[in-house]
């Protein structure tokens, strides 16, 4: 599987964006997903997850509940993070990531767990 993030870019606070993750190559079908970010030096984030290959619950971390929204087009094999009201403190890189249906949903929300990431792309919010 490679994952490809787009949407990134610069916005101001209280500003919104989209940001896509797309999948290619072997089968998605049997893979959850998530949004993690990061900023340099230190460790991952999670964000968001959807899982999408079972009921559809998603999951969000307290930071960026009720602000964000996570969803997926599976005909398309992509996922979505719309971000809206966003903070100076949300400044990151972004990356998606897949994970196997395997390991349940408990995994859902630690970075160790996912099986395939992508590069990244950054989000800049200025105050």
């Known amino acids: 599987v490679q994952l490809a993030e787009s949407g990134g870019g610069l916005v101001q606070a209280g500003g919104s964006l989209r940001l896509s993750c797309a999948a290619s190559?072997?089968?998605?079908?049997?893979?959850?997903m998530g949004w993690f970010r990061h900023t340099p030096g230190k460790e991952y984030e999670f964000v968001a997850a959807?899982?999408?290959?079972?009921?559809?619950?998603?999951y969000y971390s307290d930071s960026v509940a009720g602000r964000f929204t996570i969803s997926g087009d599976n005909a398309k094999d992509t996922v979505y993070l719309q971000m809206d009201s966003l903070k100076p403190e949300d400044t990151a890189i972004y990356s998606c990531?897949?994970?196997?249906?395997?390991?349940?949903?408990?995994?859902?929300?630690?970075?160790?767990?996912?099986?395939?990431w992508g590069q990244g792309t950054q989000v800049t919010v200025s105050s």
């Open positions: 190559g072997r089968t998605f079908s049997g893979y959850n």
């Open positions: 990531a897949a994970i196997h249906v395997s390991k349940g949903y408990y995994a859902l929300r630690g970075y160790h767990g996912y099986d395939y």
């Open positions: 959807l899982a999408w290959r079972g009921d559809g619950t998603t």
